[in-house]
């Protein structure tokens, strides 16, 4: 089956790192994906894993893939007060066509 | 990155009316997709639209309620037919660059009274 699932909300201080989990159900996932998207916006893509690997760093933001336990992670260091949005978790699988699903997304608020 | 634009941004809309949601693309892309985010909701994809042939449609949605065309490899609308307070929703224009790239919109606010 097809099923992203993530927190509904996650608080942290400004200067904190940030943590945002996902699980996913589907182990033919090929690309897993972090987007972000701010009040009244549309969404933007952070960044995304191929499914072979276990970890990417980009600036401020890692990513951490445990493929056996279908668990996906977001990682923001120094999380400032810009951060502050939804984050959707989403997966791609090639053998239906890239199709996306999308998880329900965190909401994370930078307390100042 | 592939940049997109639609329109109308928002626009508020009478039950039992149609809108026709435009999305415009900076270069030519083979996928296009359309979703719906309902309020507080994730992403529901609505169809697929590929450049040359019929949208093909997710579980849920159909052609006479979301016609959608999609004219050449830079442009796509989606029409919301017969509108009801239900559809109010955002709706969302993606399109897939390379094989792992996959770009969105601003969104089209819809509210329907």
């Known amino acids: 089956g097809e099923d992203v699932e993530q927190s509904l909300f996650l608080s942290v201080r400004e200067g904190d790192s940030s943590v945002i989990n996902c699980t996913y159900t589907d182990s033919s996932s090929t690309y897993l994906y972090w987007y972000k998207q701010e009040p009244g916006a549309g969404l933007q893509l952070l960044t995304y894993i191929f499914s072979n690997m276990d970890m990417k760093q980009d600036q401020r933001l890692t990513v951490l893939l445990n493929k056996k336990d279908k668990h996906l992670s977001l990682r923001i260091a120094d999380t400032q007060t810009g951060d502050s949005a939804i984050y959707f978790c989403a997966e791609s699988m090639d053998r239906k066509g890239f199709k996306t699903i999308f998880g329900a997304g965190t909401r994370l608020f930078v307390k100042a | 990155s592939a940049v997109i634009s639609q329109k109308p941004s928002r626009d508020i809309c009478q039950r039992g009316t149609s809108l026709t949601i435009q999305c415009q693309v900076d270069s030519q892309v083979t996928m296009m997709f359309w979703y719906r985010q309902q309020p507080g909701q994730s992403l529901t994809l609505i169809a697929t639209?590929?450049?040359?042939?019929?949208?093909?449609?997710e579980s849920g949605f159909v052609i006479d309620k979301f016609p959608i065309s999609r004219p050449n490899l830079t442009f796509s609308t989606l029409t919301v037919s017969n509108m009801s307070p239900e559809d109010s929703s955002i709706y969302l224009c993606s399109v897939r660059q390379g094989p792992y790239e996959q770009y969105f919109g601003p969104g089209t606010r819809l509210t329907v009274t």
């Open positions: 639209a590929n450049q040359g042939s019929e949208a093909t449609y």
